[in-house]
DNA sequence: CGCTATCCCGACCTCGCTGGTAGGATTACC
DNA sequence: GGTAATCCTACCAGCGAGGTCGGGATAGCG
């Protein structure tokens, strides 16, 4: 398991908004019926979409959310970090690029000094391979996904041998 | 965070395992002390790997471990999954190759059938990445990693461009 | 034989986080 | 002013992660 429902229900939501265009707001109220799920807990999912500036509020009534950009520069990477908070795949993995700005990661483990634990090139492959995968696939398309709604082909995933070939 | 600690330590272990050849077991408390490791938490996570045919013991005063084949054919797909349970990226996914082999991915979300939700596309994709990279991975280029110490280099991960090139 | 090192196994415990609720403020359209 | 919506903070229950404990089975060794 390597996401919560944080994941699940804020891609959904994104995917709803992004449905409607940005003529009109579309409201929470409106999401939380269409895909089923408890509109008080996608307040606060929201909310870190609002902070990450992937989305725009309008508040009163007839108000609602409005993606800030357009689908097809709203990656996974992005959305998922904002939800989930780190795209760490172990916990002694921090991520620190605010050092020099060169994205290495650490890892915070206890005698690493002496021996420089091996897990780390694991972790680091995993965590490449999951950020670029969700790098390369865009709001636009699951939006397209869902919308020609493939009756039954979609059952099938793609095989294990192919990388999934971008947006 | 993806992975618990069990993964952690029971790659750890692995490589603990590896390094010594196959011409004497390694008991659990050696491996204990050189990593710093609970011993009694290390018990049951070796309990894992040996269920999983990657390890095979011997009972007995001076026991320990073997691993079960060559460190070139132990693959991290296979450790992470015995040691985690799953390669599940979210909770919906269940993996079902017991009805006919063909390893299609369910997604038990309540109106499946009626929507086909668009973050199961997603999802395949993280978990066909995930598990790609670690099956490019094998023990024996963890063990030779550890092994020859690059003194200080190994502070700085491969860049984020480049997909990790095979075992 | 008995000691001791080791694997084996199940019960138990604690703590933090996930997932969700409650209740209220604030804002804006009509 | 009513009402529909966003916002915000506090609260809570359940569960799994991480780890401990105690005891059993097993095998080398003096």
Same sequence: chains 1, 2.
């Avoid at 699951?142 to 971008?166: C, K, S, Y």
Wanted: net charge negative; hydrophobic share 40%; with cysteine.
């Amino acid at each position: 398991m390597f996401f919560t429902t944080k994941a699940e229900y804020g891609v959904r939501l994104l995917i709803e908004v992004g449905r409607q265009g940005n003529d009109q707001p579309v409201s929470l109220k409106a999401i939380a019926d269409a895909e089923n799920l408890p509109l008080a807990y996608l307040e606060r999912i929201v909310a870190l979409l609002k902070r990450a500036g992937l989305v725009q509020s309008t508040r009163g009534a007839h108000g609602g959310y409005v993606l800030a950009r357009k689908p097809e520069d709203i990656h996974m990477d992005e959305v998922v970090l904002a939800l989930e908070g780190s795209l760490a795949p172990m916990e002694c993995f921090v991520d620190d690029r605010a050092d020099d700005g060169s994205g290495r990661v650490l890892c915070s483990h206890h005698d690493d000094s002496g021996r420089g634990c091996a897990t780390k090139l694991l972790w680091t492959r995993v965590q490449v391979g999951v950020t670029q995968t969700l790098a390369q696939t865009s709001l636009a398309e699951l939006i397209d996904f869902q919308t020609r709604q493939l009756p039954r082909v979609g059952e099938r995933p793609a095989p294990v041998q192919r990388t999934p070939t971008h947006a």
